[in-house]
Nanobody, 119 residues
Framework: EAQLVESGGGWVQPGGSLRLSCAAS????????MSWIRRAPGKGPEWIAN???????YYKQSVKDRFPISRDNAKNTLYLRMNSLKPEDTADYYC?????????????WGQGTQVTVSS
């Protein structure tokens, strides 16, 4: 059974940093494109970054240059380094299989990890 488990969320002040991790199991992680999707309070899901099986990365403009995505296929783990955090980055963050929101809706999701950015 495929499983994705996120960790690393929490509370941070504006300008701070967090690193999210997503441990994958039950499927051939290295062959899948992976995404991070977030859902802010009262809003719909928002795709923010993906990395394909070859290591190529793509970003939503609002997080480009602040949230590098990476993967370690030997450890079956996906990462999102979150720098220069802003209050508007407050959301539940999910790792998913797929390269886009429509693609991810057909794939696997983790349970999410909450990120709160406030002073």
């Amino acid at each position: 059974e495929a499983q994705l488990v996120e960790s690393g969320g929490g509370w941070v002040q504006p300008g701070g940093s967090l690193r999210l991790s997503c441990a994958a199991s039950g499927f051939t992680f290295g062959t899948y494109a992976m995404s991070w999707i977030r859902r802010a309070p009262g809003k719909g899901p928002e795709w923010i970054a993906n990395i394909n099986s070859g290591g190529n990365t793509y970003y939503k403009q609002s997080v480009k240059d602040r949230f590098p995505i990476s993967r370690d296929n030997a450890k079956n783990t996906l990462y999102l380094r979150m720098n220069s955090l802003k209050p508007e980055d407050t959301a539940d963050y999910y790792c998913t299989t797929g390269s886009s929101l429509p693609d991810s809706l057909r794939g696997y999701w983790g349970q999410g990890t909450q990120v709160t950015v406030s002073s």
